[in-house]
């Protein structure tokens, strides 16, 4: 019962939170084109809900956590430099999720795993709810399939081409009520490749 009480205080709200980086909008279209003729051509609802990003942290969080999160992030974000991202044809983690590629992978796990280190605390909201940090960057075009939609769309999928590219300047965390379909835009936060000395100023 207690959960129940919680719910309906403020703060309480349970929230998804996800943590990504997004593309600019001219390949975010391109991008979008594919997975919406993905959806038609398979069925798949989930690739044309999803919009397209490359996840760094999915975790689930108290609303009244939020503040605390993002002032921590937005202390990671002033020292971390902008980055080039190379995305590449088509991969698949079988029977359930096909993706685009992304070659360059270095950069992306550094940030990860500098976020897992100053956050992880802050974003567990219990043992059963721990953050997930995505340390295999991609780019998902449709996810959740069955069997017949993942067969059928990496049988096309594993022969098509993709290329793009872009500079990650920034990430956004995105936010949605536990149970409702679509994020929100919480916080933005810039890569400003700032010295170590300024952070720590930005700490206390």
Do not use: C
Not at 139 to 153: C, D, S
Request: aromatic residues 12%; positive net charge; proline residues 5%.
């Amino acid at each position: 019962m207690k959960t129940d009480i919680k719910n309906t205080l403020p703060g309480y709200n349970i929230h998804e939170y996800l943590l990504v980086l997004s593309p600019p909008e001219e390949l975010w279209h391109k991008i979008m084109k594919i997975k919406e003729e993905f959806s038609t051509t398979y069925k798949s609802d989930h690739a044309r809900w999803g919009k397209p990003h490359i996840t760094l942290v999915q975790f689930k969080q108290y609303e009244m956590m939020e503040s605390r999160i993002t002032h921590r992030l937005k202390t990671i974000a002033m020292g971390a430099p902008a980055f080039k991202l190379e995305l590449k044809d088509y991969g698949s983690f079988p029977s359930h999720t096909i993706y685009i590629n992304v070659l360059s992978k270095i950069p992306v796990q550094n940030l990860v795993k500098e976020i897992r280190t100053e956050t992880q605390r802050l974003m567990k909201l219990d043992d059963d709810h721990k953050p997930h940090f995505m340390l295999e960057p991609h780019l998902t075009i449709a996810r959740k399939l069955v069997p017949w939609q993942y067969e059928k769309g990496w049988l096309e999928y594993s022969n098509r081409h993709f290329t793009g590219r872009f500079i990650a300047n920034s990430m956004l965390l995105l936010k949605r009520r536990d149970g409702e379909k679509a994020y929100q835009i919480a916080a933005k936060f810039e890569f400003q490749n700032l010295p170590v000395m300024t952070k720590q100023g930005e700490l206390f």
